[in-house]
Nanobody
Framework: QVQLAESGGRLVQAGDSLRLSCAAS????????MGWFRQAPAKEREFVAA????????FYAAPVKGRFTISRDNARNTGFLQMNSLKPEDTAVYYC???????????????WGQGTQVTVSS
């Protein structure tokens, strides 16, 4: 079992930057790829970014590519999502997830955090 806890979400202005963290505990975090997903009100949960267990491979959804950066620190069992040039349409609950492979499908992830709210005002 892996337990995940997101933090860092808050209300920001359009154009601001924000860094989300995902703290892992339980089984070895290094064994898993990590993904970030988000869910806006009345919308499906969607893929944002993913990173391999080593950090050498990353993958981004088109709406965030070039603005968001996913990273991880395996020594600290923590993952990060750096979000720059935030837009109102980035408003959502952001979730981190752990799974065996770098994938964009939420069905490929075995463990999920509870989410952290990011609100971007215009």
């Amino acid at each position: 079992q892996v337990q995940l806890a997101e933090s860092g979400g808050r209300l920001v202005q359009a154009g601001d930057s924000l860094r989300l963290s995902c703290a892992a505990s339980g089984r070895s975090f290094i064994s898993y790829a990590m993904g970030w997903f988000r869910q806006a009100p009345a919308k499906e949960r969607e893929f944002v970014a993913a990173i391999s267990w080593s950090g050498n491979s990353t993958f981004y959804a088109a709406p965030v590519k070039g603005r968001f950066t996913i990273s991880r620190d395996n020594a600290r069992n923590t993952g990060f999502l750096q979000m720059n040039s935030l837009k109102p349409e980035d408003t959502a609950v952001y979730y981190c997830a752990a799974g065996p492979l770098v994938r964009s499908s939420r069905n490929e992830y075995d463990y999920w955090g509870q989410g952290t709210q990011v609100t971007v005002s215009s």
